[in-house]
């Protein structure tokens, strides 16, 4: 059974939300944006102070999963989440990546590389000392035999903290993962990343103060954001109804390409060259993410850059932030009191993450952007890592997805590692 199936499963035991019918949570969530958007650009002194340390898209996470904590909405028991990232992400990723700068992305060094690394030491090394650290005052939260020990629990969040759902799924299989742990931690996986992102954006509306304290150097990120920034005041213009036509067209176009490849490539190479699982090669998300980057960098070098000008990553901001809201309404955050002893451990689990990457950070003078980055791309994977980097500017965004593709392909031998170390932790 996979973690879809255990989620939905998980699901049919609570009860119903009030609003159950995703026209009308869709409707509720675009209502939220607009008045998250037109706040946070309002000249009302108090909105100002307000939006200074706030980030807008905070509050387009964090209000819906308000809602969702309270049972208004659901994100288990709605599909718009699974509609958002099949279908919206990759359009946005497409548009987002229209303006692209290669050369002005490489010019961001390698600090953004070790950062990453950085990432996923932090979560190898999380697991087995939160294990050790807990087991000195609690040891009974740790434990447990065979299938439903602790460790094989966690280390399907090594998996997914590390690359995503297809690295999670495959140390279920590795480690022999019994049901019930899998399921609780799937719980612990998605509020503690998700609080965890949310700090990250906090982080990155006072980016400015935390770079200048550890002072490190910011100018390839501003020179990257003043080169597109340019080109997007230079070719813009008033879109027409044939631009947006066309920027719709450039978008889902290249989305159904990536789905089309997707669900051909997949199941061939699930059937034929299974070892290669291991990469996250037969996951059909992850060549849909592959393939849609890939087309909106191809395209960045033609013709189709001009459609910058008429608002194309204006317009994948606008579906990216509908991602997030989707995101949002699917945390629960009184989850913790069902079982706060495992929820401690993964608490305990990303400190120790955010630790090293503060300190790695502070050690190399490395930008926060490349820190948020770089957690984010291990911890939340191509869904959530775009989301980060565009809180520090939308132009950011295929730096998030470029760096969460690096996850996909290290997850699982980095995570069968980190299970063994935790499966040593806990005297398993």
């Known amino acids: 059974m996979n973690a879809l199936l255990l989620a939905t499963a998980a699901a049919s035991l609570k009860p119903l ?3 159950q ?3 009308v949570v ?5 209502v939220i944006l607009a008045l998250i958007f037109k706040t946070s650009h309002s000249e009302d002194p108090r909105c100002k102070a307000f939006y200074k340390y706030v980030p807008a898209l905070l509050l387009c996470y964090f209000i819906p999963g308000i809602l969702g904590t309270a049972n208004v909405i659901s994100g288990e028991h709605s599909k718009l989440y699974f509609a958002a990232s099949r279908f919206l992400l990759p359009a946005s990723l497409v548009l987002l990546t229209l303006s692209l700068d290669l050369p002005a992305i490489r010019r961001l060094g390698g600090k953004i590389i070790v950062m990453f690394l950085a990432g996923t030491a932090g979560v ?5 000392l939160s294990i050790l650290i807990v087991s000195t005052f609690a040891p009974e939260i740790v434990g447990g035999h065979g299938p439903e ?3 094989r629990g966690m280390s399907t969040v090594a998996g997914s903290w590390i690359g995503g759902g297809a690295n999670q799924t495959a140390m279920k299989e590795v480690f022999g993962v019994g049901d019930e742990v899998f399921s609780a931690w799937i719980a612990v996986d998605v509020l503690v990343a998700n609080v965890w992102m949310a700090l990250l954006l906090f982080g990155a509306g006072i980016s400015k103060v935390i770079d200048a304290r550890t002072g490190a150097d910011t100018s390839a990120i501003e020179e990257l954001k003043e080169k597109v920034s340019a080109y997007q005041e230079a070719h813009s213009r008033i879109p027409s109804t044939t631009d947006i036509f066309a920027i719709l067209g450039v978008g889902f176009g290249a989305t159904a390409v990536g789905h089309l490849i997707a669900d051909a490539l997949a199941p061939y190479i699930s059937a034929n060259y299974p070892t290669l ?6 996951s059909k998300f992850f060549w849909l993410i592959v393939v849609a980057t890939t087309l909106g960098v191809v395209f960045s070098l033609t013709r189709f850059r001009k459609l910058e000008g008429a608002g194309a990553s204006r317009i994948g901001s606008v579906l990216l932030y509908i991602l997030v809201a989707t995101i949002g309404m699917k945390m629960d955050l009184l989850a913790v009191v069902e079982q706060p002893g495992i929820f401690l451990v993964g608490f305990i689990w990303i400190s120790i993450h955010a630790g090293i990457m503060l300190g790695v950070g502070k050690l190399i003078k490395a930008p926060f952007f490349f820190v948020a980055v770089g957690s984010q791309a291990n911890i939340g994977g191509a869904a959530s890592a775009p989301v980060v980097a565009s809180a520090f500017h939308p132009v950011l965004a295929p730096v998030g997805v470029m760096m969460a593709v690096l996850g996909y392909a290290v997850g699982t031998y980095a995570a069968w590692i980190c299970g063994l170390m935790m499966q040593a932790a806990a005297g398993g």
Do not use: H, K, Y
């Not at 869709?26 to 675009?30: A, E, N, T, V």
């Not at 190898?124 to 087995?128: K, L, R």
């Open 17 to 19: 939300p009030i609003i």
């Open 21 to 23: 019918n995703d026209a």
């Open 26 to 30: 869709l409707g509720i969530l675009l």
């Open 124 to 128: 190898m090394i999380g697991g087995p």
């Open 149 to 151: 020990a602790v460790w």
């Open 277 to 282: 699982a291991r990469f996250s090669l037969t």
